[in-house]
């Protein structure tokens, strides 16, 4: 889900060495999209549906953390560190609850409205110049949360998802900016310490609800599920993705990742879409989702003669 591992553009490379990075991005960005098998998994039904999004993000930070501790190299004190690390935690929690209350298309691609918040914050705080490009992204993805938004106000089922999964973006911007920042400390470093402080965050909360597995109707094997959350959809992903960085232009690897937001709702649909629980995405997700991945295209997708040939 995390994709923002470095802000600079790859280093020059050989063609096999960029087809490698552009496989490893792929893996990632296929990795991160699995996320909704478990968010919406009936796995979890024993768990309180107010209290779901939060109790999946402290599991999956905690195993998540584990997964990357091997990989900090340079661990540095920032005073960015609190509010970074706040960011990430409102955004984890606002991103999976949004999935517990609603389609998982309607959270990630809310979530991937991320690029606008940052170039507004952008130019209203740091007085960075926009581009046409810039503007015409920020133009579809504005339409495109507001068509959700409107139709979830006249009578959609999903409005409460529809709000946290815009949090979500705004908190993931936040995250994005914190990581500009802080571009000059070890990467693996600021993605452990953001998954650690997500659990300590969390904790008095999940701790607070009792959280046994025989008294919320888990059973325990679902435990290993929660650490393959954790490891393998965002630990083992993030690890790719940093690699794949090396050889990849960040223009470049935006693009790839954007099989996430596609593939998400996907998977979800062949895994659950025979669960009582399962919500098809009305077709306002579909219609803004597609305007927000054009306002993206349009911003990253390469436009010269070098560019595509990275």
């Known amino acids: 889900m995390l994709k923002t591992a470095r802000d600079a553009d790859a280093k020059p490379a050989n063609a096999q060495s960029m087809w490698r990075g552009r496989l490893l991005i792929v893996a ?53 560190l609190p509010t ?39 130019v209203c705080w740091f007085g960075e110049r926009v581009t046409p490009p810039d503007l015409r992204m920020f133009g579809c993805c504005l339409a495109g949360v507001m068509l959700i938004l409107i139709m979830e106000l006249s009578g959609g089922s999903a409005l409460r998802a529809t709000l946290l999964g815009i949090l979500a973006g705004v908190a993931f911007a936040g995250v ?16 452990m310490l953001n998954q650690a402080a997500t659990v300590l965050l969390l904790l008095p909360w999940v701790w607070g609800q009792k959280w046994e597995a025989e008294s919320m ?29 090396r050889t990849v232009s960040s223009p470049e690897a935006s693009i790839i990742t954007l099989l996430e937001p596609i593939l998400l709702p996907v998977w979800v649909y062949l895994a659950w879409h025979n669960h009582a629980g399962y919500q098809a995405p009305p077709w306002w997700t579909w219609a803004g ?13 390469p436009t010269t003669t070098s560019e595509l040939a990275r």
């Open 28 to 80: 990632a960005a296929l990795l991160w999209s699995t996320g909704g098998l478990f968010a919406k998994s009936p796995w979890f039904d024993g768990w309180p549906a107010e209290m779901r999004g939060l109790m999946l993000a402290f599991w999956r930070s905690l195993f998540a953390a584990l997964v990357l501790v091997p990989w900090v190299r340079r661990p540095q004190w920032h005073r960015g």
């Open 217 to 245: 109707g888990v059973p325990l094997q679902t435990y290993v599920v929660l650490v393959l959350f954790g490891a393998v959809q965002i630990g083992l992903p993030y690890i790719l993705f940093a690699r794949g960085l």
């Open 84 to 122: 970074m690390c706040l960011s990430f935690a409102l955004m984890v929690w606002a991103f999976l609850s949004a999935m517990v209350h609603g389609p998982a298309a309607n959270a990630i691609w809310l979530q991937y409205l991320a690029p606008a918040w940052v170039m507004l914050a952008g």
């Open 289 to 301: 989702g597609g305007m927000i991945l054009c306002g993206l295209l349009v911003r990253y997708w």
């Open 176 to 191: 994005v900016l914190h990581l500009r920042i802080l571009r000059v400390l070890d990467s693996a470093w600021l993605m």
